[in-house]
């Protein structure tokens, strides 16, 4: 018994270093978040943003990194083919992430958070900051919630009244959607309206971006929904400024200087943060690597290795 003990043990090991390997990880009692590794070398964990939305819409996009680096996409709980049981609040997600951590066997973490996901990375380091190696926010939600009153009005703002009368009708028609293959049409058409308010070049999305932001189980459409108001609500009128002063980690906040989340907050992150600077990414929205990949990932690589990058202030 002990002989096969270790050999399942040996072939779960295995599993983790093996490129493009899928699987499950239970974090919490019926709980499974769904990994997907890239690469070897050196880890870095990608965290989605939404919340609610899963790792399908940016792992493609972001490949590039595991030329050099083995990159570990998760689903967060609730999202994608990860499971939701019980309710689900951003501490909730933290300490899925921690327990991500242990069951990986990671002793600390580099952490790559896009939009909700920069601020699930902050969350994590103000929570359990020794136990951080390095973060990369890129198109990071604000430090306090008066900013998201501002990016919701910029993406409007970005659409004619004919795209935000279709974008209504296709909320709508999402809402009402049952069954997988619905909800995936649906999905889409939303998504086909409000996409390219994220982009300074919304003809660069289709062709260049291999992303999915309707991945099946369209099942899952449903239940993100459901964490998106529950994780936003358990955070309420935040304001994390006062705690970042904890987060001693290098942080590295790479900006679109078209992103509808305005360069102010991510100049916030930047004067609270003791080790960080801030790469402003010209001519890219909320999607730098998507737009602006021969700038992002040379940068981002160089932060990894331990370095600035020369244009980050």
Not at 30 to 53: C, K, M, Q, T
Request: proline content about 6%; glycine content about 8%; aromatic content about 8%.
């Amino acid at each position: 018994m002990r002989q096969v003990a270790a050999v399942s043990c040996a072939i779960a090991l295995l599993s983790t270093l093996i490129a493009g390997a899928e699987r499950f990880v239970t974090v919490a009692p019926s709980v499974r978040l769904f990994v997907r590794d890239e690469g070897r070398g050196a880890p870095i964990v990608v965290l989605h943003g939404g919340p609610g939305l899963d790792s399908n819409y940016l792992a493609d996009d972001l490949l590039p990194l595991a030329s050099r680096r083995r990159v570990v996409f998760f689903d967060q709980r609730g999202a994608g083919r990860s499971s939701l049981a019980g309710g689900v609040t951003a501490e909730t997600l933290v300490e899925d992430l921690e327990a991500l951590r242990r069951q990986l066997r990671f002793d600390r973490l580099t952490l790559l958070g896009h939009s909700w996901g920069a601020g699930l990375a902050a969350l994590y380091a103000m929570t359990y900051p020794a136990r951080v190696e390095r973060l990369v926010l890129v198109g990071a939600m604000p430090a306090q919630a008066r900013w998201l009153n501002v990016f919701d009005a910029n993406l409007r703002d970005r659409l004619s009244a004919s795209d935000q009368a279709r974008l209504g009708e296709a909320d709508a028609d999402w809402q009402k959607a049952s069954g997988d293959v619905e909800q995936i049409e649906r999905c889409r058409a939303y998504w086909a309206v409000l996409g390219k308010a994220y982009y300074a070049h919304p003809e660069a999305r289709s062709p260049r971006s291999r992303g999915n932001l309707c991945a099946p189980p369209g099942a899952a459409l449903a239940s993100g929904r459901r964490v998106n108001v529950a994780v936003w609500a358990s955070l309420g009128d935040f304001d994390w400024r006062p705690r970042l002063a904890s987060v001693r980690a290098p942080m590295l906040l790479v900006h679109g200087d078209r992103d509808p989340m305005p360069l102010d907050a991510a100049r916030e992150w930047r004067a609270r943060v003791p080790s960080s600077r801030l790469l402003v990414v010209a001519d890219a929205g909320h999607m730098p690597y998507v737009e602006q990949p021969d700038l992002f990932f040379p940068a981002v690589q160089t932060f990894l290795d331990g370095r600035w990058p020369a244009a980050a202030r």
